[in-house]
């Protein structure tokens, strides 16, 4: 039986992952479980499940949760990892604020199976540190990183030519850079195959999100950014590719249902049944279509291969002013086109740290929201 605790419960990505737990009760059991604001959603998951016994929320709770340990506050999720007897942590925040629970945890010496791309993205220099050091593993939660992971199986990675990661091209991808200018919000949030998190959806339309994916691929896999790839793939069917050196190309097909690498997280190595509403049928899907990526169309992503490369605190930069951008547009206060402004004037005038430590990661990802917010006001 193996234990979860599990970090952002009432979001999409820890509510699949609760599904996948309920699918399989003689396999786990969830012994923790936090989350940010949303206290009824977690009362009726701790109801359900009474062998959680700590609790964990960003704010003070309204209501009591009947014997079990409850922290709140900043440093909740922090709490429970030390108050808690878990064999693995899933982290399914979003933010910045995932980053210090993932290093937490892999210093307790407890593997991570990690959705949090901030993790990675601004702090994937500490997490690799903390990886040779606790001798811990992460495993990805991603679709494209558990893709990249299923592929690698069997193989070695020093036999890897490339990575090469599918992106959908999100809400936007058949206008121009012109047809931009006067986006919606609703439009920008039509996402054409995943049902996804506001802000993830807006990434997605950016490209953020698939530079963000290939930073993460950079820290996973411990290749050179020279060697991982994005492709354009409209149907999102296959999630990712692995081409040896040899010129094979392995790559992992399924329906958009976070779930599968969810549960292959939770499973590894082995294959347990998954109950999914639809299962890829490849005789329906009659037809996958792959694009060169177009980085004049996609500027963005360009941008995070720079960061990426540079390292330092510019993951942390780039994750904090877009974080903010982003959140500036779903409120009506800057255009789609605002976004990446925002991230590249935050990365040309917020100072480089080269080998930051923790607290200069949380002060680079402050500045670049308080940069982003006063640019614009």
Known sequence: MKKILLLGATGSIGQQTIDVIEQHPDQFQLVGVSAGVNENKLHEIVKKHPSIEV?????????????????????????????????????????????????????????????????????????????????????????????????????????????IITASGGSFRN?????????????????????????????????????????????????????????????????SMVEFDDHAIMAQLGSADMRLPIQYALTYPSRLVLKEE???????????????????????????YEAGRKEGNQGAVLNGADEQAVEMFLNGQISFLDIETSIIKALEHIEYIQDPTYEQLEESDLHARKFVKNYWN
């Open 175 to 239: 206008r121009t850079r012109k047809e931009l200018k006067n986006v919606s919000v609703e439009q920008a949030l039509a996402h054409p195959n995943w049902n996804m998190g506001k802000r993830i959806t807006i990434d997605s339309a950016t490209m953020v999100n698939k530079g963000f994916e290939v930073i993460e691929a950079h820290y996973l896999f411990d290749l050179p950014f020279s060697k991982i790839d994005v492709v354009l793939h409209d149907e999102s069917i296959i999630h």
């Open 278 to 304: 639809h299962p890829l049928d490849m005789t329906k899907t009659r037809e996958l279509h792959f694009k060169e990526m177009d980085n004049e169309r996609f500027p963005m992503l360009k941008v995070a």
């Open 55 to 163: 609790v964990g929320l960003a704010i003070e709770p309204k209501k009591n949760f009947e014997g079990k340990k409850v922290f709140f506050g900043k440093e909740n999720m922090v709490e429970c990892i030390h108050n808690c007897d878990y064999d693995l942590l899933v982290n399914a925040t979003v933010g910045f604020r995932g980053l210090k629970p993932t290093l937490e945890s892999l210093n307790k010496g407890i593997d991570v199976a990690l959705a949090n791309k901030e993790s990675l993205v601004a702090g994937g220099t500490l997490v690799r540190k903390t990886l040779a050091k606790t001798n811990t593993k992460l495993y990805p939660i991603d679709s494209e990183h558990s893709a990249i992971f299923q592929c690698l199986q069997g193989n070695s990675e020093k036999e890897v030519s490339r990575l």
